[in-house]
C-alpha cells in the first residue's frame, strides 16, 4: 500500500509540473500568436483548466511536503502539548471540510456534464470541476496519514 501511494505521488507532481509548464507555454504562444495577428483563442480556456488541476495538485503536493504557509505566533507560545491539540483540531476541520468539497464537488462535476467549458464543444465542464473532489480526495489522503503520524508521536513540523 505504501508503494501505491508513492507511486501516486510521484505521479502527481510529474502531473502539476506538466501542467504549469503547458499553461505557460500556451499562454506565451497565445500572446505570441495574437501579436502576429493569428490569436489562438482556446489557449487562454485550456490553460484555464489546467491552472484548476495545478492548484489543488500543487496544494496537496505542498501539504504533503510541510510548504504550506502558516502563522504560528500564538501556537509557538504553546507548550508541546498544545501544539499538538491546535494541529489535531486543524486536522479534524480539514476532515470534515475535504469531506464535504468531495461529495459537493462530485455533485457539481455529474450536473455538470453536459455544459460545455468556455463553449469549447466536446469539452465537458465537468473536467473542469473534477478537480475539487479529486483534488480534496489526495488532500484527504494526505490529512489522514498526518493525523496518523501524530498519534504515532511524530511531530508533522508544520
Same mark, same amino acid.
Given at each position: +500500500?505504501?508503494?501505491?501511494?508513492?507511486?501516486?505521488?510521484?505521479?502527481?507532481?510529474?502531473?502539476?509540473?506538466? *501542467?504549469?509548464?503547458? +499553461?505557460?507555454?500556451?499562454?506565451?504562444?497565445?500572446?505570441?500568436?495574437?501579436?502576429?495577428?493569428? $490569436?489562438?483563442?482556446?489557449?487562454?480556456?485550456?490553460?484555464?483548466? /489546467? *491552472?484548476?488541476?495545478?492548484? %489543488? /495538485?500543487?496544494?496537496?503536493?505542498? *501539504?504533503? =511536503?510541510?510548504? /504550506? +504557509?502558516?502563522?504560528?505566533?500564538?501556537?509557538?507560545?504553546? $507548550?508541546? =502539548?498544545?501544539?499538538?491539540?491546535?494541529?489535531?483540531?486543524? @486536522? /479534524?476541520?480539514?476532515?470534515? %471540510?475535504?469531506? @464535504?468539497?468531495?461529495?459537493?464537488?462530485?455533485?457539481?462535476?455529474?450536473?455538470?456534464?453536459?455544459?460545455? %467549458?468556455?463553449?469549447?464543444?466536446? %469539452?465537458? *465542464?465537468?473536467?473542469?470541476? +473534477?478537480?475539487? $473532489?479529486?483534488?480534496?480526495?489526495?488532500?484527504?489522503?494526505?490529512?489522514?496519514?498526518?493525523?496518523?503520524?501524530?498519534?504515532?508521536?511524530?511531530?508533522?513540523?508544520?
Amino acid at each position: +500500500m505504501k508503494k501505491l501511494y508513492e507511486c501516486i505521488c510521484n505521479a502527481e507532481v510529474l502531473i502539476a509540473r506538466s *501542467f504549469l509548464v503547458i +499553461m505557460v507555454v500556451l499562454i506565451f504562444g497565445a500572446g505570441i500568436a495574437r501579436l502576429i495577428a493569428h $490569436p489562438i483563442n482556446w489557449a487562454i480556456d485550456v490553460a484555464t483548466c /489546467l *491552472f484548476a488541476w495545478a492548484c %489543488f /495538485l500543487c496544494a496537496d503536493i505542498a *501539504f504533503r =511536503k510541510n510548504k /504550506l +504557509m502558516s502563522v504560528e505566533v500564538v501556537t509557538n507560545l504553546l $507548550p508541546e =502539548k498544545g501544539r499538538k491539540a491546535c494541529r489535531m483540531i486543524n @486536522y /479534524l476541520i480539514l476532515l470534515v %471540510f475535504l469531506s @464535504y468539497l468531495i461529495i459537493s464537488g462530485t455533485w457539481l462535476s455529474y450536473v455538470s456534464r453536459a455544459r460545455a %467549458f468556455q463553449g469549447i464543444p466536446e %469539452f465537458s *465542464f465537468s473536467w473542469v470541476t +473534477m478537480s475539487l $473532489p479529486i483534488g480534496s480526495a489526495l488532500l484527504l489522503i494526505t490529512t489522514v496519514l498526518k493525523i496518523r503520524a501524530e498519534l504515532k508521536g511524530a511531530t508533522s513540523g508544520n
